[in-house]
């Protein structure tokens, strides 16, 4: 570990999303940042677990017990802690791309959004409506109201709030959302599932709030726009859970010089009078016999409410239960992931719930299972259980249940100025992280006094080659299909599985041990991933990692194939050659078009791996040459570069 410095610039305690953002800034603006957390994994509040540290976290099981094992693998959870999803054109997405931070994670589209009408057995759920083509073919109005809710959504789409010949004759000053909705003659289920699965309110205050329908049309324009940009739905997931957010943070922090330090706690704040200038702790578990002690200097603290319990206030408690399924959501189209929300008018209640929804298809768990997670804002003090229980109702059959007490909403109970410490809030019961970017932002200008702009921060850099903020990485296409995007639009979505017709990946592999009969197995499995990579239409990188993890799972999972474990080693190999590849990219500015850009990368992939398999065999028949010192049963040391 690199010595600690007497002094930072920053230093950051807990390593919550929130936390691991400005981090990550604060590094790339120059700032020295000192990044401690307590615990021995990224992700605080925030982070995902596996399922054997889930059973432990909430003791759902006996002494002696391990009920875990009955899931497969532990490793092959992640399971997230906060219940939230990211809006594809939302302030946290724009905040990845412009950092570059989404070179360290990939992502997958959430299949939808839903809203529940109704409540107990007669509710129904149902897509929510994004364009006015959806709103004429939903089942969530009649055929009247689908026309007003297809003149509203347009009206939504031209509105200027410079330009009163969009306001309807309304003063936007002051006037209400639900003059608004009255201009529209829109019904109280319409408005229902407008403000709270489109606009994403938690209760229905906004309605009545003088002045609040610009920030109400803001909302819905969002929701419109994140549909727009990839279709289908607004949100996106990142592949093996929200923990991964976090990290990418941490990861660009500590290119830029930020210092990490896991399992360390943090003694003593020290203070010169009211400020505080530097923190005394230790690093080290409880259980270890070697710990390190240090005190270090700074001009600012900025931590998450845990490490400051005396400095913040209660302002609500979130309700939460994690649940474990083997079915999709009923009424969602067996979608692999969506969002529910249950409106509170349904149900009797002042606050929305909330259900998320992912499984296997963002490997957060095994094949065949499903995470959802309830949520709302605790309203009794009492019977949390029932709070929940109309979003329990949905899950149908729960294989396992998790729910704790009520999760305390801590606010700082001051800005930080008059002592040097900026606390974050606590995640909020919102289904996305818009909130929690405020958060940053707003922490951001306590700080330091500028507001927060994090366009164009940082270069494009590829290899040792830094490149102008204007040119279009060869892989911008990687995430939309659409209209060519500038590097703001760059977002690493994953895409339907590559069609690769009637190639046979289990075929060619037997044929080319039939025709070499001194073809290794590890061999043979990596030239025909590279046949598979000829024969697929991947239009994507990513595309292509999916092409290969699929071909390489049909292979190892043939009961033709008698050796199993040489083909995971031969298709490990090949993927470790991919994402080497992949990050020494040749250039493809001169490319015509972004097919072409990407026909390139490929082509380049192709040659590259046939060379990779030569050189491959010429070193094993290298090897045999030696034949004369190498014996039966003989232990060979093989060190590659």
């Known amino acids: 570990m690199e010595e600690i410095s007497p002094k930072y610039d920053v230093i950051v305690l807990g390593t919550g999303l929130t936390e691991c953002i400005l981090s990550g800034v604060l590094s790339v603006k120059g700032k020295k940042v000192l990044h401690i957390d307590r615990n021995d994994h990224y992700g605080g509040e925030a982070a995902s677990v596996n399922i054997e540290a889930l059973f432990k976290k909430y003791g759902n099981y006996a002494k002696g017990e391990e009920p875990w094992k009955k899931y497969g693998r532990v490793n092959d959870w992640n399971i997230d802690l906060v219940p939230k999803l990211l809006m594809s054109s939302g302030q946290l997405t724009n905040i990845l791309v412009s950092t570059d931070v989404t070179r360290y994670l990939e992502f997958k589209q959430v299949a939808g959004s839903f809203v529940q009408q109704g409540s107990g057995p007669k509710a129904t759920v149902a897509k929510v409506p994004s364009d006015a083509g959806e709103a004429l ?62 606009a994403l309110y938690l209760d229905d205050s906004y309605i009545d709030t003088p002045g609040q329908a610009p920030d109400a049309i803001d909302r819905i324009r969002l929701y419109g726009n994140s549909v727009a940009r990839y279709g289908k739905s607004p949100y996106i997931y990142p592949l093996y859970g929200l923990g991964e957010l ?49 005190e270090t200097k700074t001009d ?19 309700l939460k239960a994690i649940c474990i399924l083997k079915h999709p959501l009923a009424g969602t189209n067996d979608s692999d992931s969506c969002q529910l929300i249950i409106p509170q008018s349904q149900v009797g209640r002042k606050n929305d719930i909330y259900i998320a929804c992912v499984s296997s298809a963002h490997n957060v768990c095994p094949k065949g299972y499903y995470i959802a997670i309830v949520s709302t804002i605790a309203e009794t003090t009492a019977n949390h259980h029932l709070e929940l229980q109309p979003g329990l109702d949905r899950l149908g059959k729960i294989e396992e249940q998790f729910m704790g007490a009520p999760i305390p909403l801590y606010e700082p109970v001051s800005d930080g100025k008059a002592d040097n410490i900026f606390i974050s809030k606590s995640y909020d019961a919102t289904s996305h992280f818009e909130t929690t970017t405020d958060d940053v932002k707003d922490i951001y200008h306590r700080a330091t006094g500028e507001e927060l702009k994090v366009e164009g ?39 339907n599985d590559p069609d690769v017709g009637s190639f046979d990946i289990v075929a060619t592999y037997h044929r080319l041990l039939a025709d070499d009969p001194e073809l290794t197995m590890p061999m043979a499995t990596i030239e025909a991933l590279i046949e598979a990579l000829g ?14 993890e699929g071909q390489s799972e049909k292979l190892r ?62 070193a094993r028949e290298q090897i045999a040459s030696e034949g004369r010192c190498v014996t039966f049963c003989c232990v060979l040391l093989i060190i590659a570069f």
């Open 457 to 495: 921060l940082r270069d494009v850099q590829i290899g040792d080659h830094v490149l102008p903020k204007t040119y279009n990485h060869p892989l911008a296409h990687m995430a939309n299909n659409d209209a060519t995007v500038g590097i703001s639009g760059q977002l690493p979505i994953r895409n």
């Open 137 to 198: 073919k939903s089942p969530l109005m009649g055929i009247f109201e689908k026309r007003r809710m297809k003149s509203f959504i347009e009206w939504v789409g031209t509105f200027d709030p410079k330009d009163s010949a969009t306001h309807k004759a309304l003063d936007f000053s002051k006037c209400t959302m639900k003059e608004v909705y009255d201009k529209f003659g829109l019904e109280a289920g319409t408005r229902d599932f407008i403000g709270h699965a489109m």
């Open 300 to 318: 600012m603290i900025l931590g998450d409410p845990s490490y400051f319990t005396n400095k913040v206030k209660v302002v609500g408690h979130v």
């Open 557 to 618: 999972e043939s009961p033709q194939v008698a050796n199993p474990m040489a083909v995971c080693h031969g298709s490990d190999f090949f993927k470790q050659y991919l994402v080497r590849e992949l990050r020494q990219l040749p250039s493809s500015a001169g490319a015509a078009s972004k097919d072409q850009q990407f026909e390139e990368i490929r082509q380049h992939l192709l040659r590259n791996a046939r060379l990779f398999a030569t050189r491959a065999k010429d």
């Open 246 to 294: 976090p990290q990418g943070f941490a990861r660009l922090s500590a290119i830029y010089g930020g210092t990490y330090m896991l399992n360390t706690s943090v003694d003593e704040v020290l203070y010169e009078g009211d400020k505080a200038v530097g923190i005394k702790a230790t690093m080290g578990s409880a259980d270890s016999s070697e710990k390190l002690n240090f």
């Open 535 to 548: 024969a697929c239409s991947a239009t994507t990188v990513f595309e292509t990692m999916k092409l290969v």
